[in-house]
């Protein structure tokens, strides 16, 4: 049986995959997993829970709740609102867990789970293990006075934003914003907190109707929101995902500035400010090698993970960083938050632009994003690729040929049969020539018998 806990907790098919009943189940599962060192001492533990506006939310969602109170858990119901206010919020209250109902940047008949430690930390799979191990146990059903209640978080926005803006090192007045929230968590907090920090704020993608989440606006698709920089004479534009967690920008001239340029820009500043902890960036293996010399040059160590936001945060957390993320624009501030937080993201990017004086597109030259191609090659036996003398071979002559101008990466599907062929180099022309000749030699030398 496969696992049921993906990369980013349980997502699927709402109503195919994720019913009503599973979304119960692991509540109950949960409760008891997450909640026991209360139960243990005969106190009923506490969860916060928030969701994206996608229509199936509200079922799944209810379900969640419904299984944690019957499990014993005191639940408060923050409502809508992004992936990292939910985490916020979590620590903020002293609630023992918490819940986030969303599917990220998936399209809307989709939907996921996502299970928040006390602190508002992501779990170990470790964790996730034992929660899905629970399914299989009695489930536990307190009675009378020990069942759970159910309550609205009445202030977590408000909190919310307080936090948000308390982290800003000055006013945004003065500069003009184009804000696309992807109709979805961020679509209420994201334009109230940029224009209370001072910002002229101009708003596309805020009219959720639970149906349109990610549908051809936010981070995914950047069209509309270059467009409305260029009609409305902004400084700068800001794009987040269906909940929030990410953040892409445009400058004025339109052009997008992606998470490794944010993260640049946001590393320089905050070693010069004397607050990036060992000057050092944890950033994953994906990210352009642009970053790396730019930084470089700037007196700034990255630290390289594995591809995906958990793995950033677990490095953060063994050194003590201060900064992270990933090149779709997952940027953490550990000193504010436990998780990647497009909202607070894009608020420290533009309060650099008012500091500075200088437009984003100036900040964002601090780095020259090198030239870069990934081929898929599908159909073939991915477990051999790190191993096979022929790969080896193929990808040393590529590396010797490129030096210090260029990288390869060969990094092996988690969920496919297939292997994703990078290569970064001083042109195009010649990361397209390599790419597509590693490519060929994956495919020749790895694949799959039909």
Request: net charge negative; aromatic share 4%; hydrophobic share 45%.
């Amino acid at each position: 049986m496969s696992r049921l806990f993906g990369t980013d907790g349980v997502r699927g098919l709402a109503n195919g995959l994720l019913t009503a009943e599973l979304a119960l189940s692991l509540a109950q599962a949960a409760a008891v997993v997450l909640g026991h060192e209360q139960m243990a001492e005969g106190k009923r533990p506490r969860a916060v829970i928030a969701r994206d506006p996608r229509a199936s939310g509200e079922f799944i969602g209810a379900a969640v709740e419904a299984g944690l109170a019957s499990a014993g858990v005191d639940v408060y119901d923050a409502g809508v609102l992004p992936t990292p206010a939910a985490a916020f919020l979590i620590a903020d209250l002293g609630a023992d867990f918490g819940v986030m109902i969303s599917a990220s940047h998936n399209p809307a008949p989709d939907n996921g789970i996502k299970f928040f430690a006390r602190g508002g930390h992501k779990l170990a799979d470790e964790v996730e293990d034992a929660i899905e191990a629970q399914l299989a146990n009695e489930v536990f059903r307190p009675v009378g006075i020990d069942v759970g209640r159910i309550a609205r978080f009445a202030d977590a926005e408000d909190r919310y934003i307080v936090h948000l803006l308390s982290t800003l090192p000055n006013r945004l007045d003065g500069v003009k914003v184009v804000l696309d929230c992807a109709h979805g968590a961020a679509s209420g907090c994201s334009p109230h907190v940029f224009a209370d920090a001072g910002a002229q704020v101009v708003v596309i993608g805020a009219e959720p109707d639970g149906l349109n989440i990610n549908d051809g606006v936010g981070s995914t698709h950047l069209e509309k929101l270059q467009a409305a920089v260029l009609e409305h004479g902004a400084d700068l534009g800001i794009a987040h995902d269906g909940d929030a967690d990410r953040c892409l920008a445009v400058d004025h001239e339109g052009t997008v500035i992606d998470g490794d340029q944010i993260m640049a820009i946001l590393a320089v500043a905050l070693k010069e400010s004397g607050e990036l902890k060992d000057d050092v960036l944890v950033a994953t293996v994906m990210s352009n090698l642009g970053l790396k010399i730019a930084l470089r040059n700037a007196g700034i160590t990255i630290r390289e993970t594995a591809v995906g936001d958990r793995y950033v945060l677990e490095e953060m957390r063994r050194g003590g960083y201060s900064l992270g993320g990933e090149q779709s624009g997952h940027v953490i501030f550990s000193e504010y938050a436990t998780t990647g937080d497009g909202v607070l993201t894009g608020l420290q990017l533009a309060a650099q632009v008012v500091r500075t004086g200088k437009t984003l597109k100036e900040l964002s030259q601090v780095m020259s994003k090198l030239p870069q191609l990934m081929i898929n090659v599908p159909d073939v036996d991915k477990n051999r690729a790190s191993f096979d003398t022929g790969v080896t071979a193929a990808v040393a002559a590529a590396e010797a040929e490129l030096g210090d101008t260029g990288r390869v990466l060969l990094r092996p599907s988690g969920t496919e049969p297939l292997v994703r062929v990078m290569v970064e180099a001083a042109d195009m022309e010649t990361a397209t020539r390599i790419c597509t000749q590693l490519a060929g030699v994956v495919q020749e030398r790895l694949g799959l018998q039909r």
